[in-house]
């Protein structure tokens, strides 16, 4: 599917996307938890975050709230996406949000950040396309810079990515997710580029990170990071 077609998709399920995410990210609290504390700033410190495939602002809300002086930059490639960020935003204090429309996985990262961040959207671009952004992410972070993506990971055999997507059903059933949105969510995966892990985490020293770590894994949902180092 073209990267259009991709957009088109999640911007048609716009409205509803946020109400069912607890159910169908069974480890909500975790795997979100394990993404703030891998973000290195106390609380009354003040950094630039860019926050990739920003969606309706769901990880940037939880950065704001939880960094009170950050000023977190959202980039989408769905307009109705960032029209959703930019409503849940609206009461904010001018300038503390931006919105950027654009294709990240092709196009090069605006601006320097100490935080970059990422949430169940690199999945959707391919191998190759990782590898360069993962590159770009490291261009654009300063020195001592860290990179923390939470993401969808794929199962290192056949069988065991098997075991993750019936596991996976199961759990959001029981977590009262609807059928229709069980639907809408499978419709979406069928876009998945969906990579192992242990390929991600090479990918990321092979950027030129240190001090990479697996920080959190459950299934097919993996949380992990690294830090520039200065040269």
């Known amino acids: 599917m073209s990267v259009v077609g991709v957009a088109g998709l999640f911007g048609e399920g716009v409205e509803s996307y946020d109400l069912p995410r607890r159910q169908l990210v069974p480890c909500f609290d975790e795997f979100y938890g394990a ?10 410190d003040s950094f630039r975050v860019l926050d990739l495939g920003a969606g309706t602002g769901l990880l940037g809300a939880m950065v704001g709230r939880n960094f009170p002086r950050s000023e977190v930059t959202m980039v989408d490639f769905s307009e109705e996406m960032l029209d959703a960020a930019r409503s849940r935003f609206s009461d904010e204090s001018e300038g503390r949000y931006a919105f950027r429309l654009m294709d990240y996985a092709r196009e090069p990262l605006p601006g320097e950040y100490e935080v970059v961040v990422s949430a169940l959207s690199i999945h959707h ?31 290192g055999t056949p069988e065991i990515e098997a ?3 019936e596991s996976w059903l199961r759990r959001a059933r029981e977590l009262g997710a ?31 990170f240190a001090s990479v770590e697996r920080r959190y894994e459950n299934e097919r949902f993996a949380v992990y990071s690294g830090r520039k180092d200065a040269p």
């Open 178 to 208: 609807g059928e229709e949105d069980i639907s809408s969510a499978l419709r979406r995966m069928e876009t998945d580029k969906c990579a192992t892990l242990e390929s991600q985490v090479g990918w990321m020293r092979e950027a030129g």
């Open 35 to 44: 993404i703030l504390e891998l973000v290195p700033a106390g609380l009354g």
């Open 125 to 155: 671009v391919e191998d190759d396309a990782k590898r360069r952004l993962f590159r770009e992410v490291h261009r654009v972070l300063v020195d001592g810079g860290v990179f923390v993506n939470g993401d969808q990971i794929l199962g």
């Open 163 to 165: 075991r993750y997507h």
